[in-house]
């Protein structure tokens, strides 16, 4: 089966990025999925990013007959559920669902409402795209991570995918564990997104800034634990591969969750420490970083919420 018509749910920072790239290269037979204020706000003033504005196709949730190949989902986690409900007529038993959430739970869920179709992992690495409120900028499109959680032999629908993100100008990349790919990314959310959010950190202040460094290692460390009791294959040399990259990062680019902090919006707290203190708890493994920066996150983000 050819991958011919696809959905992307959710043109924020990352799903705006990727978006331009499929508007672009697939035209009618890319469509985004949005409803309501949100679709009208589409179709009236397309997507901006980088200054360039485009207008994909936008369709709605209540359209019927009409199955796609697949969807590529781009909210926040605590959109998860909605996208889903948004997306539940457009998915048939041969839809593959690309989840592109950070976190380790996306895939799960989906798996657990279509269970019947094809959910891939999925994450975007590397990416830097900052949603201002005039569009989306982003100087590095990052890659896209994905597959099934075993990919030594990939199956036909990963190289699909594979195929169809690469034709339209997109980075791919299928591992044959993607598990620890997921797991991996969560390791480095739960550290640099919660030590940005807390303190109002740009990437740059990583490697200047011990205090900082140390917090965010911390974090990981715990998840490090969590891993190695999950048998999922993380180990030292990926924290200090992770601490690498984000200190060079784009110095003055901005974690999601610290974009989210500063702009008022929920943000994905529940995803990151909420998860890890749900696996130290049921794994008896202490997680008293990720405890502290649960409560003055959540705190944080009820107060001003209020
Ligand atoms: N930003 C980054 O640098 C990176 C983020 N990620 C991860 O990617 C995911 C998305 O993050 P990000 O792009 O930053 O998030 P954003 O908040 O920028 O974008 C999410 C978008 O989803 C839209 N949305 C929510 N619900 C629906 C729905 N039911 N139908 C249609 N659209 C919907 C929102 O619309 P509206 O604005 O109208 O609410 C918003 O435009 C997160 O899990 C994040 O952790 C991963 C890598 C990097
Ligand atoms: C890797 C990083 C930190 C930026 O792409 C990210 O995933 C995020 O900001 O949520």
């Not at 890319?30 to 397309?46: C, D, H, M, P, T």
Request: no cysteine; aromatic share 8%; net charge neutral.
């Amino acid at each position: 089966m050819a991958i011919e018509e696809v959905a992307l749910i959710g043109t924020g920072a990352v799903g705006g990025v990727y978006a331009k790239y499929l508007h672009a290269k697939y035209g009618n037979k890319f469509y985004v999925v949005a409803n309501g204020s949100r679709k009208e706000r589409i179709l009236q003033n397309g997507i901006k990013v980088n200054e360039q504005v485009f207008f994909p196709q936008v369709i709605s949730s209540d359209l019927k007959n009409k199955k796609m190949d697949l969807i590529i989902f781009a909210v926040k986690n605590y959109d998860l559920e909605q996208a889903m409900k948004d997306v539940k007529k457009l998915v048939s038993k041969d839809t593959i669902l690309l989840p592109l959430l950070n976190g380790i739970t996306a895939s799960e869920r989906l798996e657990s409402t279509f269970s019947n179709s094809k959910t891939l992992l999925g994450l975007s690495m590397g990416i830097d795209a900052i949603r201002t409120t005039d569009g989306i900028v982003n100087t590095d499109d990052g890659v896209i991570q994905f597959g099934y959680e075993d990919n030594t032999i990939p199956s036909q629908e990963v190289i699909e995918v594979e195929q169809y993100l690469k034709e339209a100008g997109i980075n791919a990349k299928v591992y044959p564990d993607m598990k620890r790919m997921l797991w991996r990314k969560w390791m480095l959310n739960v550290g640099v997104n919660q030590a940005s959010a807390i303190t109002g950190a740009k990437f740059k202040y990583f490697g200047q800034v011990k205090e900082l460094l140390d917090l965010f290692r911390g974090a990981m460390l715990e998840v490090l634990e969590i891993a190695k009791a999950s048998n999922v294959n993380l180990t030292m040399e990926d924290i200090e591969q992770i601490e690498e990259v984000i200190v060079n990062f784009t110095p003055d680019g901005k974690t999601s969750m610290l974009q989210d902090v500063e702009a008022k919006r929920r943000t994905e707290i529940d995803y990151f420490a909420g998860t890890v203190l749900e696996y130290g708890k049921k794994l008896k493994i202490d997680t008293p970083i990720n405890n502290v920066l649960y409560l003055s996150l959540k705190a944080k983000e009820k107060i001003y919420l209020d």
